[in-house]
């Protein structure tokens, strides 16, 4: 499958269930109401975040404006770094779509309403994670497998120069 056929199927899916949740939510919840799906460890807490991660810069004027252009500039940046993937280095063709599902499912909330929908609460006693939705989640699992496909890229090249090096010896 392309490269770009899978960054199609992947984006459609995740956009589909981001902006769905994130409408599910926004309709059938008051702001900041939580509901226990597991008590003591994960609620569905409405809010909304108008900073990024952990609500950084959400006081800022120029907050919109900012992460519209980031996260524009980063969507450019990951259909550039898909490009230059090998054929065979599915694992990074997923990890890049994903990342990029997650950016534009925040970026389509960044538009319509200047902030991002977030619910997920996961917590353990008082120690909450920042409360997030599956573009994020898509960003995070998107990333992990960008770095493990890194780190099989690293390997490869290490054994395809120990390869050639072996050759040249006499």
Known sequence: MSRYRLLAIVTTVVLILD???????????ELYESVPV?????????????GAAFGI???????VPFFIAVASIALLVIL??????????TLGAI?????????LGNLIDRVRLGEVIDFLDVFWRHHHWPAFNVADSAICVGVTLL???????????KREKQTTIGEDQP
């Open 57 to 63: 810069l959400s006081n800022s004027a120029l907050r």
């Open 95 to 103: 990890a890049l779509a994903l990342i990029f599902s997650g950016a």
């Open 80 to 89: 550039w770094y898909l490009r230059s993937l090998r054929a065979d280095q």
């Open 147 to 157: 770095i493990w496909d890194m780190l099989i890229e690293e390997r490869r090249l």
């Open 19 to 29: 902006q769905a949740t994130k409408l599910y939510v926004d309709a059938n919840f």
């Open 38 to 50: 597991i008590k003591g460890w994960f609620h569905l807490t409405y809010i909304r975040n108008q």
